[in-house]
C-alpha cells in the first residue's frame, strides 16, 4: 500500500522534474505513464482512486525517488562529473554528436542521469533495455512524451518532427555496446533526420570501444558512418597504468566525503580490488550500512 506521505513524495518530485521538461502537461503525463487528466489531479492533490499502486510505483521508479528512510545520494563533482557534464553541455548547446569509451564504474552513467535532470528537452536511454530498433525508437518517443504505440514508422515519424520542433535537445545512449546491429542503423537515420538540430551523446565501456572498430575493420555496413557523425574518436578519460588508478582513488576519496563519510582511507580500502581500482558501486553499500 502507497500511503499518503509517499504519494506527496512522489508528487513533489513530478513537480521538480516538470521544469525539465519541454512539452505539454498533456506530454509529460505520458512520460510519466499516465493521462493528462491524472496529472492534473494529482497535481493538486487529489490522490485518491487517481492512480493505482502499480502506476505510483513506476512513476517513483522513473524518477528515483527514494522509497525508504536512507539518505540522498550526493553528487561529487569528480573529474569524470566534470568531464562528461562538460561534453554533455557543448552537445546539446551546439547539437554536436560526441562517443565516450570508457572503464566501468567511473561515474559515467551518474553523470548522464543527473544532466538528464537537471536540463531541459534531455532523454537518457538506457541502451541494455533498448537494444532493438522497435524499442530504441519507443524509448526515445516515450522519453519526449509522445505517444510510442501504433505504427513504428509513424512513431519514428513524428519523433523526429518533434525533435526538429524543440530547443535543442539531447538524446544521451548509454550502454551502446548492447545495442543490436539494427538499433545501430536507426541512430545512423536519426542522426541523418536530425542534423543540426539534435545532440546526441554515446556512452559505453572499452567494449564499445572493440565492437565499432571490429565492425569497421570487418567493412559491416553503417558503422564507418555511426563513427564519423560521432566524431570520428573514441573519447576517454581515465588514463592507464598508475596515473588512472590515482585518478579512480581521488573519484572515489570525493564521493566518500560527499555522502558523509568520515573514516575515507578505511572506506577507500574496503572498495578497492584487485586490479588496485576502488569500486564506486561498493561505496554506496558500504556508507548504506553505516546510514
Not at 193 to 201: N, S
Not at 202 to 207: F, H, N, S
Not at 222 to 241: D, M, N, P, Q, V
Request: hydrophobic content about 35%; charged content about 25%; proline content about 2%.
Amino acid at each position: 500500500m502507497i500511503t499518503k506521505e509517499l504519494k506527496q513524495k512522489i508528487v513533489q518530485a513530478m513537480q521538480s522534474q516538470r521544469p525539465m521538461f519541454g512539452g505539454s502537461d498533456s506530454k509529460y503525463a505520458k512520460w510519466l505513464g499516465i493521462s493528462g487528466s491524472q496529472y492534473s489531479r494529482v497535481k493538486n492533490g487529489d490522490f485518491e482512486q487517481v492512480l493505482s499502486d502499480t502506476n505510483w510505483l513506476s512513476i517513483a521508479r522513473q524518477l528515483e525517488v527514494n522509497m525508504g528512510n536512507a539518505p540522498e545520494w550526493k553528487t561529487a563533482r569528480t573529474p569524470v562529473y566534470e568531464f562528461v557534464n562538460a561534453q554533455l553541455e557543448i552537445c546539446q548547446n551546439e547539437a554536436l554528436s560526441s562517443l565516450l569509451c570508457d572503464l566501468s564504474d567511473i561515474g559515467k552513467t551518474w553523470t548522464a542521469k543527473v544532466y538528464a535532470k537537471t536540463h531541459k528537452n534531455v532523454a537518457y536511454i538506457d541502451c541494455s533495455l533498448a537494444k532493438g530498433k522497435t524499442q530504441l525508437i519507443r524509448s526515445i518517443a516515450k522519453a519526449f512524451g509522445l505517444d510510442n504505440s501504433g505504427r513504428l514508422n509513424d512513431v519514428e515519424a513524428n519523433t523526429i518532427y518533434y525533435l526538429k520542433q524543440l530547443e535543442k535537445p539531447l538524446i544521451i545512449l548509454d550502454e551502446a555496446g548492447d545495442m543490436h546491429y539494427e538499433a545501430w542503423l536507426e541512430v545512423k537515420a536519426l542522426w541523418n533526420a536530425t542534423e543540426g538540430a539534435c545532440g546526441w551523446y554515446m556512452m559505453g565501456a572499452d567494449g564499445l570501444k572493440a565492437k565499432i572498430q571490429r565492425s569497421i575493420d570487418n567493412k559491416k555496413v553503417g558503422y564507418t558512418e555511426i563513427f564519423s557523425r560521432f566524431g570520428k574518436r573514441y573519447g576517454k578519460l581515465i588514463a592507464e597504468g598508475e596515473a588512472g588508478k590515482e585518478m579512480m582513488k581521488t573519484t572515489a576519496a570525493m564521493i566518500i566525503k560527499a555522502n558523509g563519510g568520515e573514516d575515507v582511507n578505511q572506506l577507500l580500502r574496503k572498495t578497492m580490488g584487485d586490479d588496485g581500482m576502488p569500486s564506486l558501486r561498493r561505496i554506496y553499500k558500504e556508507l548504506r550500512k553505516r546510514a
